[in-house]
């Protein structure tokens, strides 16, 4: 969860993949977002999900602008709050809002049998950007409506970073420009209701922390990272994972 929005009357391309390792299956995905800056401070974006493969994992949000799920989703950003604190220094917030409407791909587990409805997500980040250092931290919540008794875990997600801009790596068109970053993200997931009744065994709570790296040359960018769990707490009927990655790469006229 970071805080840059998009420029005024700029958009961006945005395809990512999302892949997950466990112990007894894995999950893969790509996703496509579409974002389109109306102001300097306020955006819109719609994703879309193709599902390789799935496994009865714990929920996740993967990313703070795309979910980690068959679904499809469209996003507003607001950057309510800059302030610039020195040269090339900016401290600012921003809040996001959205709808997530079921996609025709299920999920694996319990979760695949389930009557689904569609959901929101909600989250606001904070930080500080500079020409060497980044720090964002941000909280989300994902909620999905009941169809019939049932309903989908509903997901409680937070998120810390600290990226560095070394100077030898500090370049200009026609060099690639590069940022390290240390990521952090945790998810604390309520469990499936089924029929009206909560199912035992579908709560988890999980923190992940990896490295990430984003390289932007002229009007392209691309960043990768992998998570490995660092603290974990899942019911039985969810399966425990052994890391995450994803890949993402951008265009922006």
Do not use: C
């Not at 999302?18 to 955006?43: I, N, P, V």
């Amino acid at each position: 969860m970071t805080t840059p929005t998009n420029a005024d009357d700029g958009w961006a391309i945005d395809v990512g993949l999302m892949g997950r390792k466990g112990e007894e299956g894995d999950g893969a995905m790509l996703r496509t977002m579409f974002s389109y800056g109306l102001t300097e401070d306020l955006q819109v974006s719609w994703s879309l999900p193709v599902v390789f493969s799935s496994a009865a994992f714990a929920p996740a949000r993967m990313t703070g602008m795309m979910p980690g799920s068959g679904d499809f989703e469209a996003i507003g950003a607001w950057r309510f709050h800059r302030q610039a604190t020195g040269v090339g220094t900016r401290f600012e917030s921003t809040a996001y809002a959205g709808a997530i409407i079921p996609g025709p791909q299920r999920g694996a587990g319990m979760a695949r049998d389930l009557k689904r409805a569609p959901g929101t997500y909600t989250a606001v980040s904070t930080g500080m950007a500079s020409r060497s250092h980044y720090a964002w931290g941000g909280v989300g919540y994902t909620r999905f409506f009941e169809s019939e008794g049932d309903r989908r875990a509903n997901v409680f997600s937070y998120s810390a970073v600290w990226g560095y801009r070394p100077p030898p790596l500090q370049k200009e068109y026609p060099h690639w420009d590069w940022r390290l970053f240390v990521e952090m993200t945790g998810e604390r997931s309520q469990g499936i209701r089924r029929d009206g009744l909560d199912m035992p065994e579908t709560r988890g709570h999980q923190i992940f922390l990896g490295p990430a790296t984003l390289g932007i040359y002229k009007n392209y960018a691309i960043e990768g990272g992998i998570q490995f769990p660092v603290y974990r707490d899942i019911g039985a009927r969810l399966q425990r994972e052994t890391f995450r990655l994803a890949i993402n790469f951008t265009y922006f006229p």
